[in-house]
């Protein structure tokens, strides 16, 4: 049973494989392209969410010192604070100059 002149079910048949495989492997690379740039994103997210919480770890050990000048009668006193969440346990002060 011929349908075009020349060419039998067969050819044809093997026609239509080969393009379904060429389309499957066309379909196939670009999957493959996606999935190594989605690698490489989440691997530069992981870095970032390291980075951050690196950040964070530090921020959690830094206290943060300030000072205020109270005036009480006649003299003034020194208030000093800490603002930050680390405890601030071996800073020294020294008072400079005159004024």
């Known amino acids: 049973m011929n349908f075009m002149p020349g060419y039998s079910v067969g050819d044809i048949v093997a026609l ?5 495989s060429f389309v499957a492997l066309y379909r196939t690379r670009k999957f493959n392209e996606l999935q190594t740039r989605i ?11 390291i980075e951050r919480e690196l950040t964070e770890i530090k921020a959690k050990e830094q206290c943060g010192l300030g000072v205020n000048l109270v005036k009480v009668g006649s003299e003034y006193k020194m208030r000093v604070f800490n603002r930050g969440p680390a405890r601030a346990s071996t800073h ?7 004024g």
């Not at 239509?16 to 379904?20: D, K, N, P």
């Not at 020294?92 to 005159?98: A, K, Y």
């Open 39 to 49: 690698l490489e994103i989440q691997s530069k997210l992981g870095e970032l969410q």
């Open 92 to 98: 020294l002060f020294e008072i400079t100059g005159s």
């Open 16 to 20: 239509i494989a080969a393009v379904v």
